[in-house]
């Protein structure tokens, strides 16, 4: 970068910026909230197998005893993850969730990840509660009616649409997409793009489908190759620069926010509708397949009390791309701080270990994103760049 405008625009949002080795700190807490096992959907390769098995819900009290148990005297900032199976199935616990954690006074987000099947009144409530939506949609209807079918079998994308429409119109907030990519769908990413453009979304995430194996349900999905996600993932990049929209995908996620961790690096609790502690989201209920691995807590109601598994607690907040052996020589690893932890373990069936897939993945998109960032960049004026903001 010889332009000393471009240079200075990207050091001011820390592109140049030290890595950063968070730990667990109650300042600034995040507070999951699985609502429910249950779902309207039944995804195809749903990781949290939304929608199988006996729906267990998220009871007020145990939310309360959450929040109760993550605000401590340190805490200056406080949000709420409201998240499922379909979160919106159990809506008043949500209402008295926020009620609750409102009482503390303290600066509070709220951010809801949704299917986007969600009754009118409900949806007209959280966008009045001043909610952040995160909704899941796979792109256009014929990938969307596939891979992400009603409980029924019937299509999902018309409702999933009317609820985006609504969210864009009505929220203060930006709406987040997010879609999952197989390979099946990997050849419409384009299309989709421009589709969900279309639809008013200007902020959306793509990420590729991630083996699981359910003894719920079965799988038939499959990642999609190296090389053809590649090549559409850019050329929706290119749909997405046309049409304004921010395409973010987890390989440049920390691009300006360099660090050792990923998910594990935040502050962040999650209780499940069994009374687990789970430090990830998908990880969604005492029978799931990673239950035993992931979870690092319980609520113990007789005694009204939480209790703690110091060695899982270790186990995940202590991953770091520092002591990943796979991560410690690679070009991106304060960029792409050693992934999703889930995947890297269903990948490795270890905490140390890494998806192989995904840094085949980064390895190709990354070089090919940067230099796309140093294009734009140079072809636009100081005074109009806006860093990433540019793609």
């Given at each position: 970068m010889r332009d000393r405008k471009i240079r200075e625009t990207y050091e001011n949002e820390g592109f140049f910026g030290e890595p950063q080795n968070p730990e667990f700190s109650h300042e600034d807490i995040r507070i999951g909230m699985i609502l429910t096992t249950d779902c309207v959907l039944r995804c195809r390769y749903c990781f949290a197998e939304g929608g199988r098995g006996k729906p267990l819900y998220l009871t007020e009290r145990l939310a309360s005893r959450m929040i109760e148990e993550a605000v401590t005297p340190?805490?200056?900032?406080?949000?709420?993850?409201?998240?499922?199976?379909?979160?919106t199935l159990n809506p008043d616990v949500v209402l008295s969730s926020?009620?609750?954690?409102?009482?503390?006074?303290?600066?509070?987000s709220l951010f809801l990840y949704t299917c986007g099947i969600v009754k009118e009144e409900?949806?007209?409530?959280?966008?009045?509660?001043?909610?952040?939506?995160?909704?899941?949609?796979?792109?256009?209807?014929?990938?969307q009616n596939y891979q992400r079918p009603l409980c029924n079998g019937g299509n999902s994308s018309d409702l999933v649409e009317r609820s985006i429409k609504k969210i864009i119109q009505q929220s203060r907030h930006e709406l987040r997409a997010i879609t999952t990519v197989t390979h099946e769908s990997v050849h419409h990413i384009a299309d989709s793009v421009e589709y969900l453009a279309g639809l008013g979304v200007t902020n959306l995430q793509i990420e590729?489908?991630?083996?699981?194996?359910?003894?719920?349900?079965?799988?038939?999905?499959?990642?999609?190759?190296?090389?053809a996600f590649v090549t559409n993932f850019l050329e929706g990049l290119d749909v997405a620069h046309e049409h304004g929209v921010k395409l973010i995908h987890s390989v440049y996620e920390n691009l300006l926010q360099p660090c050792t961790k990923y998910c594990q690096g935040t502050n962040r609790m999650v209780i499940t509708p069994d009374g687990y502690v789970s430090p990830c989201y998908t990880v969604i209920c005492g029978d799931h397949p990673y239950a035993h691995d992931f979870f690092i807590g319980k609520y113990l109601e007789e005694s009204d009390r939480f209790e703690y598994y110091?060695?899982?607690?270790?186990?995940?907040?202590?991953?770091?791309?520092?002591?990943?052996?796979?991560?410690?020589?690679?070009?991106?690893?304060?960029?792409?701080?050693?992934?999703?932890?889930?995947?890297?373990?269903?990948?490795?069936?270890?905490?140390?270990?890494?998806?192989?897939?995904?840094c085949s993945i980064r390895r190709k998109i990354l070089p090919?994103?940067?230099?796309?960032?140093?294009?734009?960049?140079?072809?636009?004026?100081?005074d109009e760049l806006h860093g990433t903001e540019a793609l």
């Open positions: 340190q805490t200056e900032r406080m949000s709420l993850y409201f998240t499922g199976g379909e979160p926020i009620a609750r954690a409102r009482e503390y006074d303290l600066p509070l409900i949806l007209d409530t959280l966008i009045a509660e001043d909610m952040e939506f995160n909704l899941s949609v796979d792109g256009i209807p014929s990938v590729t489908f991630s083996p699981f194996v359910s003894d719920k349900f079965s799988i038939d999905l499959h990642s999609p190759d190296v090389d110091q060695e899982k607690i270790e186990q995940f907040f202590g991953r770091t791309v520092e002591n990943t052996p796979e991560c410690r020589t690679c070009f991106a690893k304060y960029i792409c701080s050693g992934g999703c932890v889930n995947r890297a373990f269903t990948y490795s069936k270890s905490f140390r270990g890494v998806d192989e897939y995904l090919a994103f940067l230099y796309r960032l140093l294009e734009i960049s140079e072809r636009t004026s100081g």
